[in-house]
């Protein structure tokens, strides 16, 4: 009865390889995060979804690319992989529409490596 | 531009004592503070919270306090367990954007 679940939870690949990240989220929450923990381990948000919607979408290369094929999914898709996109991406969910406290629960995490 | 920092990377106490978690944040927007814990290969997990209308938030042994006139919030833990061992996370988050912002973590040490 996991919260927040992603697949897979480790991805080794070569670099140029395009990959994706699943997750999901059983808590019927409204809102989906991905954030990625970079090397010197602070975590960054990417994008952010509301009922399916882009609402947030950082600084982020567009060979990243969200998809909500409903409000329980958010999956992450990675073009043209890089060395540098090699992180912990993990996923997030709350539970509410418009309210700016609510708390975010996160995954378990995927660890990306790139060769 | 790290708008939360927390400068120690890693503190160690022993049972029974008081663990002070500090964090400190540059962004005057920020209205929610929230500190997570994390185990190695799991997510952070949500500890406890405190709006920026309040000054103390307590559940449990955890205890946040925020002073806002000087961007400071610390996490209080009392007692401390072995089982609290674990990276803390301070977040922040400014109304209206549902993103947190967090700092760079404090590895936390309790020794039997």
């Known amino acids: 009865d996991t919260a927040v679940s992603q697949t897979p939870k480790y991805l080794v690949t070569q670099m140029g390889n395009d990959k994706s990240i699943k997750c999901e989220q059983n808590?019927?929450?409204?809102?989906m995060y991905w954030y990625k923990q970079d090397s010197k381990k602070f975590l960054k948000i990417m994008f952010s979804y509301n009922n399916k919607e882009l609402i947030i979408n950082e600084t982020v290369p567009n060979r990243f690319s969200p998809k909500s094929p409903d409000k329980a999914h958010l999956n992450l898709h990675i073009n043209s992989l890089e060395l540098g996109d090699s992180a912990v991406y993990f996923c997030?969910?709350?539970?509410?529409?418009?309210?700016?406290?609510?708390?975010?629960?996160f995954g378990p995490g995927t660890r990306l490596t790139v060769l | 531009d790290q708008q939360v920092k927390q400068n120690s990377p890693s503190l160690s106490v022993q049972e029974g004592r008081i663990s002070i978690l500090n964090c400190d944040y540059t962004n005057s927007m920020f209205d929610y503070f929230l500190w997570y814990k994390k185990y190695p290969a799991e997510g952070p997990t949500f500890l406890i919270s405190?709006?920026?209308?309040?000054d103390k938030n307590e559940d449990g042994r955890f205890t946040v306090f925020l002073n806002k006139s000087a961007k400071h919030l610390s996490l209080h833990i009392v007692p401390s367990q072995p089982g609290d061992s674990a990276v803390y996370f301070c977040a922040a988050s400014v109304a209206g954007r549902r993103a947190l912002t967090f700092g760079s973590g404090t590895r936390l040490q309790v020794q039997p």
């Open positions: 405190i709006s920026s209308i309040k």
């Open positions: 997030a969910s709350s539970p509410r529409t418009g309210g700016p406290t609510d708390t975010q629960y």
């Open positions: 808590l019927g929450h409204d809102t």
